[in-house]
């Protein structure tokens, strides 16, 4: 199946929520060649409500062999009206587009675990180890600035609590901005 083909638009309520959902779509669309696991695999774009979050990956039929699992970028539609700036969305998407990554080659047990972990103890270490990890990897393809941009975009959107185990799960801006320097594209 081509992978770019298997990038569908989901739940398109309006003209002007198609056009922020194909901007979307095209950010990760040019973030795929960086994910060469991705390939081949059925990868769609869908949305969701929360007051916490504006980006979410999940993969979807976990029990499946990872060829057969459908692998999911949620955006919030909330960011349609107030979106990030491109870099900074272009590197969630990053962020995003690493777990699935991980999603990809993890097996069952380990994906229902990992997916349980978030369930049970949303602010515990291997939560943390697993949103550090996708941090990096977005670090590792030069968009550690952009994360920092997101974060400072993030924060002030969402409840101050949010933030709080936010700063504690994440790369925070100040450490993306001295550990990583900006680096040359």
């Known amino acids: 199946m081509n992978t770019v083909a298997a990038l569908m638009l989901l739940l398109v309520p309006s003209a002007g929520a198609e056009t922020c959902l194909s901007r979307v779509a095209a950010q990760v669309t040019s973030l795929r060649a960086s994910f060469p696991r991705l390939d081949g695999l059925n990868l769609v774009l869908e949305t969701f409500d929360s007051r916490e979050d504006f980006y979410r990956a999940r993969p979807r039929y976990a029990w ?3 060829r057969e699992r459908v692998y999911a970028v949620l955006v919030n539609m909330a960011v349609c009206e107030d979106p990030p700036p ?25 994906l229902l675990g990992l997916g349980w972990e978030y369930l049970v103890r949303p602010g515990g270490s291997a939560v943390e180890a697993f949103e550090k ?6 670090v590792r393809l030069g968009h550690a600035q952009g994360l920092a941009a997101y974060r400072e975009w993030l924060f002030p ?10 700063r504690r799960l994440y790369r925070t801006p100040e450490e993306l901005r001295s550990k990583f320097p900006k680096m040359p594209l």
């Open 64 to 66: 499946r062999p990872p």
């Open 86 to 110: 491109p870099e900074a969305e272009k590197a969630i998407l990053a962020h995003e587009l690493a777990h699935l990554d991980a999603y990809s080659v993890m097996g069952r047990r380990a």
């Open 133 to 138: 990890e996708a941090d990096d990897a977005a």
């Open 157 to 166: 959107r969402i409840p101050t609590k949010a933030a709080a185990l936010k």
